[in-house]
């Protein structure tokens, strides 16, 4: 609610929420720093429309989109309210929109060759190779690997798309990293044992938990461990190392309180420099034939992203060509209770 000269009068809890407390008394610009909105409510105070529709978006931590309807109400010295706003919550609209333009676009990209591969076998197996029953067991081979893909990237894009759907709800569960980042090395273990990789946990005494969404984070430490094995040198080790973020962190968090940073370091070829910031894009790949080879995806960082920022959290990648690749996620800590008051001493 506002007056006639732009100053908030009321607003509620969900206006709170997203735009911070204190707005009462200050003007809207400080409030909803949006051209278009200010342009309209300025256009509803000075009288020439009663009613306005705005959309617009903000673009941090996460973007989200809304709509704003702007109406005049008529003012007096007991009622001095001006004009009101109603914002309403477009984002999951938009992206479930977005989304599934990108899932048939991004789809019916990768699918094309192994299912370009399946037909060929199908035809091979009725042709040439009917009664080879050599040439059918390779044929046979090849296309379970090509379905094998296709599942993994389905399995990926519905992951990848759930994560951006609710990017922008910061997830509320209570994570312990030590048993999430226990439960990941196991799963992975027989990968790593089949190269002779070992896979260390490092992790600093008295850790907090962690605000956040055990499936997401679960996606995230998974991807970044399989690809450290993936991507590692023979008989190397991997190292995950859990930390209070004392320094280091990146600008974008130095907002918040406090952060835990793991790390998932690996002894394999690093990356090149100019790589590096693209590394998170969908279905990029440094070698392309390689990933494909491994049963890559190029999804893997990009879920890795999302699922992050959905924690308000941030992803750092340092690498060194002929060393190894470190990749360093940072999570707000949960809040810590506050200590308990010795009692009053009493006379």
Same mark, same amino acid.
């Given at each position: 609610?506002?007056?006639?000269?732009?100053?908030?009068?009321?607003?509620?809890?969900?206006?709170?929420?997203?735009?911070?407390?204190?707005?009462?008394?200050?003007?809207?610009?400080?409030?909803?720093?949006?051209?278009?909105?200010?342009?309209?409510?300025?256009?509803?105070?000075?009288?020439?429309?009663?009613?306005?529709?705005?959309?617009?978006?903000?673009?941090?931590?996460?973007?989200?989109?809304?709509?704003?309807?702007?109406?005049?109400?008529?003012?007096?010295?007991?009622?001095? *309210?001006?004009?009101?706003?109603?914002?309403?919550?477009?984002?999951?609209?938009?992206?479930?929109?977005?989304?599934?333009?990108?899932?048939?676009?991004?789809?019916?990209?990768?699918?094309?060759?192994?299912?370009?591969?399946?037909?060929?076998?199908?035809?091979?197996?009725?042709?040439?190779?009917?009664?080879?029953?050599?040439?059918?067991?390779?044929?046979?081979?090849?296309?379970?690997?090509?379905?094998?893909?296709?599942?993994?990237?389905?399995?990926?894009?519905?992951?990848?798309?759930?994560?951006?759907?609710?990017?922008?709800?910061?997830?509320?569960?209570?994570?312990?990293?030590? *048993?999430?980042?226990?439960?990941?090395?196991?799963?992975?273990?027989?990968?790593?044992?089949?190269?002779?990789?070992?896979?260390?946990?490092?992790?600093?005494?008295?850790?907090?938990?962690?605000?956040?969404?055990?499936?997401?984070?679960?996606?995230?430490?998974?991807?970044?461990?399989?690809?450290?094995?993936?991507?590692?040198?023979?008989?190397?080790?991997?190292?995950?190392?859990?930390?209070?973020?004392?320094?280091?962190?990146?600008?974008?968090?130095?907002?918040?309180?406090?952060? *835990?940073?793991?790390?998932?370091?690996?002894?394999?070829?690093? *990356?090149?420099?100019?790589?590096?910031?693209?590394?998170?894009?969908?279905?990029?790949?440094?070698?392309?034939?390689?990933?494909?080879?491994?049963?890559?995806?190029?999804?893997?960082?990009?879920?890795?992203?999302?699922?992050?920022?959905?924690?308000?959290?941030?992803?750092?990648?340092?690498?060194?060509?002929?060393?190894?690749?470190?990749?360093?996620?940072?999570?707000?800590?949960?809040?810590?209770?506050?200590?308990?008051?010795?009692?009053?001493?009493?006379?």
């Amino acid at each position: 609610m506002l007056d006639s000269n732009r100053v908030v009068l009321r607003d509620n809890m969900a206006a709170r929420a997203l735009l911070g407390d204190s707005l009462v008394g200050r003007d809207l610009a400080s409030v909803l720093r949006n051209p278009n909105v200010l342009r309209a409510v300025d256009s509803i105070l000075q009288g020439r429309a009663d009613i306005l529709d705005v959309e617009f978006s903000f673009q941090v931590p996460v973007e989200r989109h809304f709509s704003a309807r702007i109406a005049g109400v008529e003012s007096s010295p007991s009622q001095p *309210i001006a004009a009101a706003i109603a914002l309403n919550d477009l984002t999951e609209m938009k992206r479930a929109q977005q989304l599934r333009s990108d899932f048939v676009a991004n789809a019916s990209h990768e699918l094309r060759t192994p299912i370009s591969v399946l037909l060929g076998g199908l035809q091979t197996l009725r042709g040439p190779a009917r009664n080879d029953p050599k040439a059918q067991e390779e044929f046979v081979t090849m296309m379970e690997g090509q379905a094998e893909r296709m599942a993994r990237l389905v399995d990926d894009l519905l992951s990848l798309s759930r994560i951006e759907m609710n990017e922008h709800s910061v997830p509320s569960d209570r994570i312990d990293l030590g *048993i999430l980042l226990g439960e990941v090395r196991d799963t992975l273990s027989l990968a790593a044992n089949a190269q002779g990789m070992s896979v260390e946990i490092d992790m600093q005494d008295d850790i907090p938990p962690v605000p956040g969404d055990l499936e997401d984070l679960t996606k995230v430490f998974q991807n970044l461990l399989d690809n450290a094995i993936k991507y590692g040198a023979d008989e190397s080790c991997v190292t995950l190392t859990v930390r209070r973020a004392t320094v280091g962190v990146p600008p974008s968090l130095t907002g918040r309180s406090g952060y *835990i940073a793991v790390s998932v370091a690996d002894e394999g070829e690093g *990356i090149e420099p100019e790589l590096i910031p693209r590394l998170t894009e969908r279905f990029f790949r440094t070698d392309a034939a390689l990933s494909r080879r491994l049963g890559g995806t190029g999804l893997g960082l990009a879920i890795v992203k999302h699922a992050v920022n959905r924690h308000r959290g941030a992803l750092s990648i340092e690498s060194t060509p002929g060393k190894g690749s470190t990749f360093t996620v940072y999570l707000p800590r949960a809040a810590e209770p506050a200590p308990e008051k010795a009692p009053a001493a009493t006379a």
